[in-house]
């Protein structure tokens, strides 16, 4: 079974612009989370999404939105980037609904860059 | 602000001796605890879990241990291999049971399995 993908792997785009990220689940899995890994505040996590719908939020600004698709496959949108938005994006899925006791599995990542 | 620590950055240990991994979290409400595995170039693999009604949970080679009363998490690795090498990151679930996910990421330690 093929893992959690995500596309681009590498990204570079400039301050002001907009990005926006893929993320394909390990088929079957219905829940898509997404995380920004940074050096200086390690991983945190930007949303989770079950059934084309946001169930849980992290502490980021509006500039950070997401969507999921009736097939489960998510897509982060980062728009006016800043410099402090260079990070790997991580996203993970897993089976059950967004509960907390199920394992999540995550992808290798988007690492983008801001310049 | 509360959040989940590691007590070193670095470790390095001798390969086939144990590795010891420690965490402090400061909710007493997080219900559940995470291990993840991060390799280079990869995003985080779990490991292993624990719900805060257990003390000790084992698995193959990994043994995890929650100390409630001194919020403390800690990971074993027995016979530890070159493979091991990685950053390990614990994760505590503020949410309550049956809630949504909410994962909050302790900043990681470098385990480095020297020769």
Redesign the interface.
Known sequence: KAG?TQTPRYLIKTRGQQVTLSCSPISGHRSV?WYQQTPGQ????LF?YFSETQ??KGNFPGRFSGRQFSNSRSEMNVSTLELGDSALY?C?SSLQP????T???????TRLTVT | GESVGLHLPTLSVQEGDNSIINCAYSNSAS??FIWYKQES??????II?I?SNMDKRQGQRVTVLLNKTVKHLSLQIAATQPGDSAVY?C?E?K?S????????????TQLTVLP
């Open positions: 959690v989370s390690g991983l945190q996590f989770e169930r849980n991580l993970a967004g509960t907390p006791y394992e999540q599995y995550f992808g290798p990542g | 219900d559940y170039g990869k995003g985080p693999q779990f879990d719900r990151f994760a679930n949410g049971s049956g809630s949504a996910r909410q994962l909050t990421f302790g900043s990681g």
